[in-house]
């Protein structure tokens, strides 16, 4: 397809073709299972562009770049692809949501205050309110097991150049997600805490079911930029873990609720393509 969009499939029909669930139109991301699993979230631009948006070099000044779709906003929809609600309508970019274990609260990125800061708000859309506010990248949230603490990448951009710098891609729609670490706080954005600290990027976090420990995917130890691997942390930044020991890209790992399988993405086994499939491995203590 021209443009990323949102399909659904039987863990058991993985390699039969999924079933398209988002509109065709625009271009979409970061999908998720609503309570009760049979609805879906997902950000899109199809109420702005019926084709692609336009997409930036990826190489801007020499450095990589992410694009920051204004016109994306959250929606809800059902397994046919049917639209079911819209959660957010304000200008600007409006994505990376995710759903509390519980039911109750969303987890999103949003540019609402000017920059990318998180916000939460009800499974219904209602009472938005923003999490984080210094300067810099926080995106690609997820839940604690027990729903009240969050794991998310985040860019801390430091004051001068960098800050300059940082401000000046954002104002063209871009980020450069080169320089991320992994944090955590409450949902209401207390007791902030930087857990790695290794440079380079580190994403894609999520919680271990027992809350204790986080996964997530960095390339701090590898030889070529998008030389990613899994690795594991403790919660208090210990006990650091390599996972997955591979010459290419793995990471947007979650685990199941039940701790017994880890899904993640990964570029092994492509045929030396850039095609980015999924894989799911037993998870064994």
Known sequence: MGCDQIFISELTEMKAKPKMISTGHGRTTCSYFM?????????????????????PERIVNGKYVWP???????????????????LTEKPGYDAEATVSPDGKMIVYTSLQ????ELWTMNVDGSDKKQVTNLLGYDGGAFFSPDSKKLVFRASRPKEGEEADAYKALLLK?????????IFTCNVDGSELKQITNLGKANWAPFFHPSGKKIIFASNYNGTRGFQFNLYMINVDGSGLEQITHDNTFDSFPMFSFDGTKLIFSSNRNNGGTHDTNIFIADWVE
Do not use: F
């Not at 920051?68 to 819209?86: K, L, T």
């Not at 871009?174 to 320089?179: D, E």
């Open 35 to 55: 309570p009760g699993n049979e609805t879906i979230l997902y950000a899109s631009t199809h109420a702005v562009h019926d084709s692609c948006p336009p997409a």
């Open 68 to 86: 920051i779709y204004r016109e994306y906003d959250i929606y809800v929809a059902n397994q046919d692809g049917e639209e079911v609600m819209q």
């Open 113 to 116: 205050s000017g920059d990318l």
């Open 173 to 181: 729609g871009l980020i450069q997600p080169t320089a991320l670490e």
